[in-house]
């Protein structure tokens, strides 16, 4: 998979798509609440299989932290460790800016993948878009 920061409309609407499929479609968050006013200030990342855009993150600055944002894979191309890919990629962006913390909101179910690659709960689970999640950190070397 190739990961690229979005730079032009042509790729950000490519993130959006992904976005779309696996949050609106697949998991039927709300479209008002998956495209925000965030997004027009966030490094947004889209991952190509080829042409086709397989997976999407979002990353902002908040509080010190490099916050990763709406990290997701198309359920065709799950399983080939794309996430991981999206999430280092995230993370070197983060040091780039000169960040060495990162945190995120994770699904409750994706808590035990977010773990193995080095992310720590900080927080009781509670409800986002009416999913379960889970606040999680790590800090960066």
Request: aromatic fraction near 8%; charged fraction near 30%.
């Amino acid at each position: 998979m190739d990961i690229l920061k979005v730079s032009n409309s042509v790729q950000k609407d490519d993130a959006y798509h992904v976005r779309r499929v696996v949050f609106v479609d697949e998991q039927k968050v709300p479209e008002e609440l998956e495209i925000d006013e965030f997004d027009d200030t966030a490094i947004h990342l889209v991952g190509y299989e080829g042409e086709q855009p397989v997976a999407a993150s979002r990353l902002r600055f908040v509080e010190g932290y490099g916050k990763l944002e709406r990290i997701c894979v198309t359920k065709e191309q799950r399983g080939r460790s794309y996430g991981k890919q999206i999430i280092k990629a995230m993370e070197e962006v983060i040091r780039e800016h000169g960040y060495s913390k990162a945190k995120l909101n994770a699904q409750t179910h994706a808590e035990e993948f977010y773990e193995s690659i080095g992310y720590l709960t900080v927080s009781g689970e509670f409800l986002d878009a009416g999913i379960p999640h889970v606040t999680m950190t790590k800090s960066l070397p």
